[in-house]
């Protein structure tokens, strides 16, 4: 029987499995730096596979967290985490937020190096109560307040788990070594850089990620291009507060620093090499009406068609912030929230997958080419092994979404985890015996 039949036979036997998980994670869903259940799911299912894994300190550099929650609410999640079965000695070794992990399997025969990264988190969404949503319907929908899997990181993390069982099984066909990567904080692009800061794509000569999203069960874009360098920030000013009538002049207001760096940021003029764009998505301020505001944040994002447009749009951003509140005898403090390269699939190793695929049969819609239009942090990753002369890839899945991602309503049809879980199996086999 060759590894296309078999890979085929243990993705469907793992069906039901897979789809169980799935619901689990999205019952249980946790955001970026707070997945203490999720990672520990993970720890369990790989250790019990048979892989050596890697998880806390070991994967994480704590310099390189973007976004981090408190230390408060960190403390909260990892209690809850245990209230909802996790295993309590891995939650500890992940304090902080470290919440990474990596399962390492190294086969007998000498060859290549494979990494597959799937990301854990959810987003801050208050879920579907109604009927019309599934999860709800089917008694499967978030446990947590204001946190939803509305993105369909419970099903790479699922999908991933097939794929680390089938890898197991098959070890004495493959050569080399796969490198699992589960990772945090992935909304926000937050987790990636932490992982690469501790090596986690170091020495791999492939890398494979891919995400489900809106066309229809039996769609594969296999080349995706178009990933945004992108850095999200938190500017905080501080002044000083005053009576808004007796004393206004001794006041040093940060709601208009604040405003005016609002403004200003729109009229950064942009850049001709490519797409560049810049936001203000939050301004708050102020105490009360007659106060002078002491205190104001904005969070903003820049993006660019490579890092070094974005890098010259976050540049003249800082400039614009530190003058804005200099005009108005303000501190500010800009805090890095999040951020990720940009990005494209390496041709050659393009090409390989869309032959599979084609080879597999279980795909009916192939587009060889998808701009994805936005940023996603695995794109650090990809650039690591493209720099260190090896290949990436991304992938989109369709999955017949019942709602854009992101959206209270998110939902996908669980066949898609089937066939990502066939597809990426039987590309890293390819990839580990030729």
């Known amino acids: ?14 069906e039901e499995k897979t789809i169980t998980r799935r619901r689990d994670f999205h019952r249980y869903p946790e955001t970026g730096w707070t997945e203490f259940r999720t990672a520990s799911i993970v720890l369990e299912n ?26 408060t609410i960190l403390e909260e999640n990892m209690k809850r985490a245990i209230s909802q079965g996790a295993n309590s000695d891995f939650v500890a070794k992940m304090a902080g937020g470290k919440t990474g992990v990596i399962g390492i399997m190294n086969f007998t025969k000498p060859g290549p190096t494979v990494a597959l990264r799937f990301d854990m988190d959810c987003n801050d969404i208050v879920e579907a ?8 319907r089917d008694g499967f929908a978030s446990m947590n307040p204001g946190c939803m899997h509305a993105c369909g990181h419970d099903g790479h993390t699922a999908a991933g788990l097939a794929i680390a069982e089938i890898l197991s099984i098959l070890k004495d066909e493959l050569a080399g070594t796969i490198k699992l990567i589960f990772q945090p904080a992935e909304e926000g692009v937050r987790g990636a850089k932490a992982m690469l800061a501790k090596g986690a794509v170091d020495h ?90 002491a205190n104001a944040v904005i969070k903003v994002e820049t993006r660019g068609a490579t890092s070094k447009i974005n890098d010259y749009i976050y540049a003249c951003a800082e400039k614009i912030i530190k003058s804005s509140a200099a005009m108005y005898d303000n501190t500010v403090t800009i805090s890095q929230m999040g951020g990720a390269a940009n990005g494209s699939n390496s041709p050659k190793l393009t090409k390989t997958i869309g032959s599979i695929a084609k080879r597999l049969g279980i795909f009916n819609q192939y587009e060889s ?9 695995s794109s650090y990753f990809m650039d690591k092994v493209q720099k260190n002369g090896g290949q990436a890839a991304y992938m989109i899945i369709g999955a017949s979404l019942t709602a854009i991602n992101h959206n209270l309503y998110f939902d996908f049809d669980e066949k898609a ?18």
């Open 369 to 377: 080419l998808a701009n994805i239009g936005g940023s996603e942090d």
């Open 129 to 136: 109560a109604d009927e019309k949503h599934r999860p709800s």
């Open 1 to 14: 029987m060759n590894l296309d039949i078999k890979i085929a036979e243990l993705a469907k036997s793992l």
């Open 204 to 293: 791999v000569d492939f890398f494979l990620a891919a995400h489900l999203m809106m066309p229809k069960v039996g769609y594969l874009a296999y080349d995706v291009q178009g990933f945004l360098a992108t850095s999200k920030f938190d500017a905080t000013f501080t002044g000083v507060p005053s009576h808004a009538g007796a004393a206004p002049e001794i006041g040093k207001n940060s709601l208009l620093a604040a405003a005016i760096a609002a403004i200003n940021l729109q009229a950064i003029p942009r850049h001709s090499d490519g797409i560049s764009r810049v936001n203000v998505g939050v301004l708050n301020a102020g105490t009360g009406r007659n106060v002078v505001p």
């Open 417 to 434: 985890l089937i066939l990502e879980a066939q597809l990426i199996a039987t590309i890293t086999s390819d990839l580990l015996t030729k």
């Open 46 to 71: 790989l250790i019990s596979l048979g892989y050596d894994v890697k998880f806390g300190d070991a994967v994480i550099d704590e310099t390189n967290m973007m976004g981090v929650p408190s230390s």
